[in-house]
């Protein structure tokens, strides 16, 4: 995969989960810490207690905390205009959960859920331009949104990115950035609700079999083929959220 020189307008550069409680704060710092060996830079009360996960130095993850908050991650995609894209989305059937903030110098963010459900955030870079590693161990590699509507959803996101949407088999489709696939589109289980769900690259799918459980989390899929890789799923054990992790490269376990 290749590795992360810039962020692509329209595409994802930031992921960030928000809990309720300074004690479920603590705790997911810790159980992800075993997990992906992450580093934490603590925001004080001006950022809400705001936590920013560092990968070898590189920006790769944030957590918040808000009151009614439960653990859920929202994906960000990046944008020149903000406030042009929130228009754009609102006119492709978007609703707007919460408007276009200004986060100090770092940038503006807006919350919204698209067409078929799926909430996401929007990101106009300041000084903080998002992830600073991703497509090797213990940053960001993939994003998969899953709907029961994916061919309503695909044409939604291509249109306000700008970017294709191509199907390589009959029931895939993916976001394409020029050569550069960047996300999924999936028919998600009945009953589910829309989502997307952002993977992280891990060195060995046979240590996150050990460490997850080891630190109170709970395997859901050990192993599923993905072209290219292999994912596993489980739950994080703060909130029970879902996550999903893919196998490097080099991971022959």
Request: charged letters at 15%.
């Amino acid at each position: 995969m290749p590795k992360l020189t810039t962020h692509e307008n329209g595409m994802p550069l930031w992921v960030d989960v928000m809990v309720e409680t300074p004690e479920q704060h603590y705790e997911l710092r810790a159980f992800l810490s075993a997990l992906f060996d992450w580093t934490w830079d603590l925001g004080g009360p001006e950022m809400g207690s705001y936590a920013l996960a560092r990968h070898d130095g590189a920006p790769v993850f944030g957590l918040g905390q808000g009151e009614g908050a439960q653990g859920v991650a929202t994906t960000y995609f990046g944008t020149r205009a903000i406030d042009d894209t929130v228009e754009q989305a609102v006119a492709l059937g978007a609703a707007i959960i919460m408007p276009v903030t200004p986060v100090m110098e770092l940038g503006s963010m807006a919350w919204l859920v698209d067409p078929v459900g799926a909430s996401f955030g929007l990101w106009q870079p300041g000084t903080f331009q998002g992830f600073g590693a991703a497509y090797e161990p213990n940053a960001p590699g993939w994003f998969d949104h899953a709907s029961s509507d994916p061919k309503a959803a695909g044409t939604f996101y291509s249109t306000l990115s700008g970017h294709r949407l191509t199907s390589p088999e009959p029931s895939m489709r993916i976001l394409q950035n020029g050569d550069q696939w960047y996300a999924s589109v999936t028919p998600s289980p009945p009953g589910d609700a829309p989502c997307w769900k952002p993977i992280y690259v891990v060195d060995s799918l046979k240590r996150i079999h050990e460490v997850v459980p080891r630190h109170g989390g709970a395997i859901v899929i050990e192993e599923m083929p993905v072209p290219g890789s292999a994912i596993c799923v489980f739950s994080e054990p703060v909130c029970g959220t879902l996550m999903t992790v893919m196998r490097g490269g080099s991971d022959v376990a």
